[in-house]
């Protein structure tokens, strides 16, 4: 059964600072990875997603893919308070496959 | 653009009492989901079809029957509520199972 964990659980940054989101996964042969993006009262949204082993970027957005290391991560460049939010990973295995997400990172941008 | 109605968007229940959950979505995907979030952290998966007629089991599904009616409508039923059981229930559906999901708001559970 897939783990999918997150780190860290909250995370204060000032405004402009560099933000970076972990996630590990448990299963080796994951291919698609997410990152979704949770606004306080508000429904989950896809922000990004990679499925081979490297980086993209969009924006102020990248992400980072370590298949062999089970890990990838999210790092956001010059961090706004409106990026506020909980930050979900998820992974599936191959399609057809259920998604699995992790248990969140709640970030706070101080003005 | 599409659209994803979860309703009731509030439902109290009483110990024991059987509850439903209803979605619906004019996106015409195919694939649709059911998650439960617990005080704002992950999400946990219960259900998923990945066509209508179809249900998958996911990691929580003990205490939860689902159904899909149709491509559209995707139901939750709890089977029996459990006292001070709180947590919002999340539908999505996506149009293939490696695209994204995309969600409804929500039906929020209490139950006394």
């Known amino acids: 059964q897939q783990n999918v964990q997150q780190s860290p659980e909250s995370l204060i940054v000032p405004e402009g600072a560099r933000t970076s989101l972990n996630c590990t996964f448990s299963?080796?042969?994951?291919?698609y990875f997410w990152w979704y993006r949770q606004h306080s009262g508000k429904a989950p949204k896809a922000l990004m997603?990679?499925?081979?082993?490297g980086e993209k970027e969009e924006g102020r957005f990248t992400i980072h893919l370590n298949k062999a290391s089970l890990h990838f991560s999210l790092h956001i460049r010059d961090s706004q308070p409106s990026d506020s939010a909980l930050y979900l990973c998820?992974?599936?295995?191959?399609?057809?496959?259920?998604?699995?997400f992790g248990g969140g990172t709640r970030l706070t941008v101080r003005p | 653009g599409g659209i994803i109605t979860q309703t009731p968007k509030f439902l109290i229940g009483q110990e024991g009492q059987k509850l439903t959950l209803k979605c619906q979505q004019n996106?015409?995907?195919?694939?649709m989901y059911w998650y439960r979030q617990d005080s704002g952290k992950g999400l946990r998966l219960i259900y998923y079809?990945?066509?209508?007629?179809?249900?998958q089991k996911g990691d929580l599904s003990e205490g939860y029957d689902a159904s899909r009616e149709k491509k559209s409508s995707f139901s939750l039923t709890v089977t029996s509520a459990q006292k001070n059981e709180m947590a919002v229930f999340l539908c999505?559906?996506?149009?293939?199972?490696?695209?994204?999901?995309?969600f409804g708001h929500g039906t929020k559970l209490s139950v006394l």
């Open positions: 999505a559906s996506s149009q293939g199972t490696n695209e994204r999901l995309f």
């Open positions: 299963d080796s042969a994951s291919q």
């Open positions: 997603s990679i499925f081979s082993n």
């Open positions: 998820a992974v599936r295995v191959n399609a057809g496959a259920k998604l699995t």
């Open positions: 996106f015409n995907h195919d694939t």
């Open positions: 079809s990945i066509t209508e007629n179809d249900l």
